[in-house]
């Protein structure tokens, strides 16, 4: 199988360090020190179509990043962007907003079940409200965060040895872990009459750890002890929200978020995020002082309403899971004959992988996805992938050929660990 060469995407990544910080900043390319080894990864797309991508050498990819989640219905899908092209006739960014706001509010609050919606642009900037708006109804400073959470780069989400970030922006901030009820109902106990918020993504899928799913009953007595202690709890559905129920996660898990965070499969990669919430913090949303230049522009409106009506009419998130399943078995089954420890964890629609390794040695697991790179199959080493609903049977079976040649190649490569 032939693998890729990179010339086009290391002239322009040298270019882009001149004028841009770190070239391509963010977990988008190289500089967070996740694409290891760089040499393997493209750096800048030329065009994407479905479920694939070609860089600008000419090399095409089969995504499973998705642009780490916004294509979920199929980049440059014909609805979606026929939906937008529709709307930028009659404008976008106008003096007095779109009426097309209002029945976006109206599709989407019905869709996940909330009494209203509000909108931003990034996860980040939802997220930050949604605190804000905790804050402000309960009167009260502190967040209880879950390890190893990723909630944006807002300063409130930072700890206090990242760059930029100074003590004060972190000293509310308390740390549970993840299904840790007797922990939480701890931290409760000592900061009783100071806790505003409670957030947290639906399950728990952070980076380069396997992912968890909920224990039973964790969310409902998460939920009650909330109530309890007139806690604010914020679900954080920025990357999970719309794969594994258009419902909301909260009700896929079976319990209810006073505030739920959405972005990332909103509108197929156009520039919109919403903050839903229930009716007794619609007040609260109204009064603490937030905007921006572009959050009411039309055209990201128009395709998240072609967004989510395209996803309902076709099952999306069924397809999703089918997806998912089918990958992971064809994985699997290849670990399982070349004796590789292979760990697949979350749920289908949004799997996480890793070769485990006794030792904790990432770099086995680093070296199998470089090869899968290389040949084709766009994954990453230790995020979380995406299933959108232009993923097809045949391309799912190209990918575990790709993968399954890579990783005899990685065990072909270490005798010394896979005698
Ligand atoms: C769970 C979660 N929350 C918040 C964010 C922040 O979203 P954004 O980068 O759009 O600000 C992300 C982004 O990856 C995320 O995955």
Known sequence: ???????????????????????????????????????AYPFFVERAKGSEMWDVDGNRFIDFMCGYGPNVT????????????????KGNCTSIPS????????????????????????????????VMIARYYTGKKKIIFVNNYYHGVAPWTQKPDSPGTIWEDCCNALYVDWNDIEGLKKIIAENKDDIACFISTPYMHGNFVDNELPAEGYWQAVR??????GIILIVDDIRAGFRLSLEGSDNYFGFEADLICFCKALANGYNVSALCGKEFLKGAAGT???TGSYWMSAVPFAAGIANINKLKANDACAHFKAMGERLSAGLMKTANELNVPLIISGPPALFYMRIADKNN????????IAECVRRGVFITNHHNHFMNLSMTPELIDET?????????ITVDNHPEIFK
């Open 224 to 229: 009650k002890l909330c109530t309890d202690n």
């Open 400 to 408: 575990v050929t790709i993968c399954s040649e890579a990783m005899k």
């Open 99 to 130: 009426h097309i706001m209002v029945d976006f509010a109206e599709l989407l609050t019905a869709t996940v079940k909330k009494d209203w919606a509000f909108f931003c642009k990034n996860g980040g900037d939802v997220t930050t409200f949604a």
């Open 74 to 89: 199929g980049y440059c899908d014909p609805d979606v962007d026929g939906a937008a092209l529709e709307q930028i006739k």
């Open 288 to 290: 603490v002082p937030y």
């Open 361 to 368: 040695n990432f770099l086995i697991h680093q070296e199998w």
């Open 1 to 39: 199988m032939k693998t890729y060469t990179y010339t086009k995407n290391v002239e322009t990544m040298a270019r882009a360090g001149k004028v841009i910080p770190s070239g391509v900043y963010g977990h988008l390319g190289p500089a967070e020190g996740c694409m290891i080894p760089s040499s």
